[in-house]
Nanobody, 123 residues
C-alpha cells in the first residue's frame, strides 16, 4: 500500500524559512516525478513545484527563487525548502507523486497524494 507522509510544517513569521519532507513507502518511485501542491484557505489546490527522476525541477512563478525542491530517490523522499516566506504562502501543503512532472502540474492528474501538512506564515 502506497503511503506519502509529510512533515515539517508549522507557524513561521514572514521572511522565515521552513523545510517540508515527504517520505514515500509501499513501492519505489525512482522513475516517478515527485512534488508539492498547496491549498490556501478557501481556494483550490495549486501546483507549487515538482522534480523529475532526473532532477529537473519546475516551480510555479510565485515561488521561484524562494523555494527549492530536492529528492533522495534512494530513500523515496522529496523535500521543499521554503525561504523568504510570505503570508500568501499559508496553506496545506500536499506531497504529490505521478509518472511525470506534467501530471503533478496538472494537479488533478496526480497519482498519489499525501494527507498534507499545515504551513502558516504570520505577517
Amino acid at each position: 500500500q502506497v503511503q506519502l507522509v509529510e512533515s515539517g510544517g508549522g507557524l513561521v513569521q514572514a521572511g522565515g524559512s521552513l523545510r517540508l519532507s515527504c517520505a514515500a513507502s509501499g513501492r519505489s518511485f525512482r522513475t516517478y516525478a515527485m512534488g508539492w501542491i498547496r491549498q490556501a484557505p478557501g481556494k483550490g489546490r495549486e501546483f507549487v513545484g515538482a522534480i523529475t527522476w532526473s532532477a529537473i525541477t519546475y516551480y510555479t512563478d510565485s515561488v521561484k527563487a524562494r523555494f527549492t525542491i530536492s529528492r533522495d530517490s534512494a530513500e523515496n523522499t522529496v523535500y521543499l525548502h521554503m525561504n523568504s516566506l510570505k503570508p500568501e504562502d499559508t496553506g496545506v501543503y500536499y506531497c504529490a507523486v505521478a509518472p511525470s512532472a506534467g501530471q503533478i502540474m496538472g494537479v488533478r492528474t496526480v497519482r498519489y497524494w499525501g494527507r498534507g501538512t499545515q504551513v502558516t506564515v504570520s505577517s
